[in-house]
Every structure is written in C-alpha cells, then in structure tokens.
C-alpha cells in the first residue's frame, strides 16, 4: 500500500525550466555509457536472474547468481529487485534541480527514508515531466542495510530493474520478481513508482484489493483517470486470472509475456548509483591500478635510466681504450723525448757557458772584497760548488756568502751557512752550493 504524500506548498512568481534529467551539464563524476552498448542483469520471477546481452530482444540468457555474470567488458547496469531498490513517486513544486533534491531530501525523510548526497549518494531521481508550476519525479532508493550477493565490483550502475524496462502506458503493472509480486505504476511509460506487496501465491482477492487501494492514492498523484487498465506480466498468468481480477476491479486486464528493455532510455545524464560495499571496492581498485600505473611507470624509469648508464658506460670505456690507445701508441716516441731530455741535462755544464768552472770562478772572483779574504781551494762538480778560503774575521766570510746568494749567476744555487774558525787571527770558511 502507498502512503500518501504529506502536503507541500511552495510557490514561485516565475517560470523555472530545466533539463528533462538532471544535472543540467554531466559532470566528472558521471559514468556516460551508450545504452545500446551495455549489458543488464535483471531479476527473473523465480530466484534467477537474466542477462540482457546488447542489442537483444529476448530474455537473454539465465544465470543462478549476480556473481556469475560476465560483462565482458562492456558497461554493467544492475536492476534491482524491488525488494532491494524502493522507487517512490512524488509531484513536487517546480525549481531548479538543486532546490528540487533538497526538496526530495525533506520529503523521503518524513516518510522515515534517510537519503545521502554527495559521494555516498544512495538515491538518485528522475525528472518524468515538469510545467511551470510542478515537477514529476521519480526516485530510486537503496534498501539499507544492501544485499551483499547483489554488491558485484564490475557493476558500473544500479537502478531500479523496472526503469529499465518498457511499461504500458496507463497500466498498473503486476509482475513477479525472485517469488514476490510487485506492483509498479508509470507515467506516459517511465516508471513513477514500485513496491513489494505479496508473496506470489497471493490470492486474487489479495492482489485486487492491493490495486484498489493503490490506485486511489496514485491517482491523488498523477490525477483521476490517468491508470485505465491492469498489466499481468509474466508467462504464469492466464486468461482466467485476467477475468477475475477484472471482475474484481473494474479495470482492464491485459497480459504481457514480457517486457523489453527500453532501447530508448538514456543513462549518460545519470549520476552513478552504487551501493556503499561496491564504491569501496571499487575505489581500492582503482587506487591498486594507480599504484601499480605508478610502479610500472618506476620499473621502466628504472630501466631507462639503467639502460642510459649502461651506454654512458660503455662510451667512457670506448673512450678509455682510445686513450690507452694513444698512450700506447705515444709511450715509446715519449721515452725517447725523455732520454734526450736527460742527456742534454746532463750536458747542461758542457755547454752553457755560465756553468764553465772558469766562468764560475771569474764571477766569484769579482764579488771579492779589495782586501780581505783569499780563496784555497774552489771545486766545481756538476751541479755544485765548494769553495774554502780565509777572511780577515769570521764577518767578512759571512758577508761574502750573503753576496754570492745574491749574484744573478751565482744565486741560481742554494749556499749552505758558513761556520767560520778563527785561528792565528783569520777565519777559515767554507762554501757549499747545490745548483737549484
């Protein structure tokens, strides 16, 4: 049985209009899909289920449980049994879409249903018709706590398994899902609202008397007039059934094997509805995926950067081994550029005129004083220079030293400090030079 609507009374000085679904602009967050591309998986009247493969115009293929459904890759909507997704009409007073949710918000919570927005959204709505006064929706809410067998992690939506279905137009629906009778209303054939009411052994006086009583209150909704018959789908109903409940409601009573999914609905403008357990699975796989994006990325970093280091490598040993090469090549031409070398030094006394000994000792012969001190002895070998010789006292010797230190020739080599001895009133000196 439908409760009624509580009253609610807004009203506005102009004329709002919006999109047929809402939001007006899809946004980030909505999952686009091409109806005619997607597989459905829909409740059967027993405890199966059926898959509605793309493009298919029969009951598809029969499947035991939810978690047995392939996808193969293409988008997966599941509708739920009205047991697991309660669809509640309304007739609302006309806004723009967000004051039009909130609105629905209030409403579902007076009639005890907490609705959630936002990321943890569990409901979604639909816009049927609107004018410049009122709106008629649709809103599809999951049951809480949800089904567990039903939370499948490649589902790419819910909704209600009726929306996606063609209802007759004007026809209160009676159909059987999973051993349980629903009843469903529309509005111009989009789903306005559905419920359980009875068990499917239910008598006719039961499921008359169920559609009496709805029917009032729909039409409080929608208006008299507009429910003019009774549809029975489904293969158990028969002929006798059909002239019964017509006897007992006064309705039309028709019967349909079954019903089609709607080829012309579209689902692009419909925000995403999962339960709770299914956007978290999905969402952990989504962050596995980055990761492992993000790992695979790192490896082939890796990989790149070992590869670059290797060829680095391999060019700084190529070039090593040109050098090894020149310097093999150059090694022995350099020996005997060293060999000369050595030899010229070693002729360095022969040839360079200031090294002559005679040249040497004219030079120190010239830094003597007038008087003063006299030379013994004056040695020239090599590279250095021994002289001994007598000063009037042990100053002038020193003296004499300090002078060939600065001597342009003979400062060229390194004079040891003289340690003159006095005796019989002259100093005896000796100097040393090495040549630098």
């Not at 279905?165 to 051993?179: K, Q």
């Not at 002729?347 to 005679?358: D, G, K, N, T, V």
Request: glycine share 6%.
């Amino acid at each position: 049985m439908i409760p009624s609507v509580p009253p609610l009374i807004l009203r506005y000085q102009r004329k709002i209009t919006f999109p047929r679904n809402f939001p007006s602009k899809p946004t980030l967050k909505e999952y686009r899909m091409s109806f005619a591309a997607t597989t459905l998986l829909l409740p059967s009247p027993d405890a199966t289920w059926r898959v509605w493969k793309p493009r298919s115009a029969t009951g598809g293929e029969s499947v035991e449980t939810p978690a047995s459904v392939s996808s193969q890759g293409k988008p997966l909507i599941v509708g739920l049994p009205a047991s697991a997704c309660r669809t509640v009409g309304l007739v609302l007073p006309n806004a723009d879409h967000e004051i039009l949710e909130q609105i629905i918000i209030t409403q579902m919570d007076r009639k005890g249903l907490k609705l959630e927005g936002g990321d943890q959204r569990n409901f979604r709505w639909h816009l049927l018709t609107q004018n410049a006064s009122v709106a008629t929706v649709s809103v599809d809410i999951l049951a809480e706590p949800f089904p567990q067998d039903l939370a499948l992690p490649q589902a790419s939506d819910y909704t209600s398994a009726l929306r996606l279905l063609t209802l007759p137009n004007g026809h209160v629906l009676i159909t059987e899902e999973h051993g349980s009778l629903v009843l469903a209303a529309n509005y111009q054939g989009k789903l306005y609202h559905s419920h359980l009411f009875a068990p499917a052994t239910a008598s006719m006086d039961e499921i008359a008397q169920e559609i009496l009583i709805s029917r009032l209150a729909l039409e409080q909704d929608l208006g008299v007039g507009g429910i003019s018959g009774i549809a029975l789908a489904g293969t158990s109903w028969n002929d006798e059934t059909a002239e019964t409940l017509t006897s007992l409601t006064g309705l039309t009573v028709r019967l349909v094997p079954h019903l089609p999914p709607n080829a012309e609905l579209d689902t692009r403008t419909w925000p995403r509805l999962l339960p709770t357990s299914v956007r978290l699975a999905q969402n952990s796989t989504a962050r596995r995926s980055k990761l492992m994006r993000f790992g695979i990325l790192g490896v082939l970093l890796f990989i790149a950067l070992a590869f670059v280091s290797y060829a680095y490598l391999r060019m700084q040993e190529a070039t090593a081994a040109e050098l090894v090469a020149a310097v093999e090549a150059t090694a022995e031409p350099a020996m005997q550029v060293k060999k000369t070398v050595d030899r010229w030094k070693a002729l360095a006394p022969a040839i360079e005129p200031r090294r002559y000994p005679m040249v040497l000792l004219a030079e120190v012969t010239k830094l003597m004083p007038p008087s003063g001190i006299v030379i013994r002895e004056f040695e020239v070998k090599d590279t250095e220079i021994d002289i001994r010789g007598e000063a009037r006292d042990a100053q002038v010797a020193v003296q004499f030293v300090e002078d060939l230190q600065k001597h342009k020739v003979l400062g060229q080599y390194v004079w040891s400090k003289p340690q003159p001895t006095v005796r019989e009133k002259t100093a005896q000196f000796r100097a040393q030079g090495k040549l630098q």
